[in-house]
């Protein structure tokens, strides 16, 4: 890493490596955001600002696609957080809401593993996006989604159970 592409206030990051995960890291918060590409440029550029201004300092314990990837799940939460706070004090004010429902775009291919993996349980589904869609390994999802290394090969294991037998039951079944 040249000195000049260091961020000033995160001096282990580099623009370069940001910019070689960039395509990445979108996929994810595309994924946090339901498919909703503008709160993704948002939750990203939030990501961004926090590397920028120190606010998340990458120590190198962990890969930076990593710890990229933890700043944007943190973030999604937060933001689904304070939302559905709102939500409850717009319920208990008695104020109708209009419902503003964005589809998520799904993949054209392999409609019936997309569904199937759609249905499955929320941290399930996620180590299996990380792990299969995002190129991490185990262990580097875990840490993403913020639980210890067994609890992630957990959700792996019983997702890949629970997948192995919908897809045989609608017949898109895989070998072992």
């Known amino acids: 890493m ?23 890291v979108y996929g994810w918060a595309l994924s946090r955001s339901h498919y909703d590409r503008a709160v993704a440029e948002d939750l990203m550029q939030q990501a961004y600002v926090e590397l920028l201004t120190g606010k998340a300092r990458f120590d190198n314990k962990s890969s930076l696609k990593t710890f990229v990837f933890s700043i944007v799940q943190n973030l999604a939460r937060s933001r689904y957080r304070r939302i559905a706070s709102r939500l409850r004090l717009v319920r208990a004010a008695g104020i109708s809401t209009v419902d503003d429902i964005v589809q998520p775009v799904e993949p054209n291919e392999n409609a019936a593993v997309w569904q199937a993996v759609q249905e499955l349980p929320e941290r399930q589904r996620d180590i299996v ?31 890949k159970k629970t997948l192995k037998i919908k897809l045989k039951n609608i017949g898109a079944g895989f070998d072992d």
Do not use: W
Not at 2 to 15: G, I, W
Not at 140 to 155: E, F, I
């Open 129 to 159: 996006e990380l792990v299969f869609c995002r190129d991490m390994t185990i262990e580097a999802a875990a840490g993403v989604m913020g639980v210890t290394v067994g609890t992630g090969r957990a959700h792996y294991d019983r997702a």
């Open 2 to 24: 040249r000195e000049s592409d260091a961020l000033d206030k995160n001096p282990h990051v580099s623009r370069s490596a940001l910019e070689a995960i960039h395509g990445q």
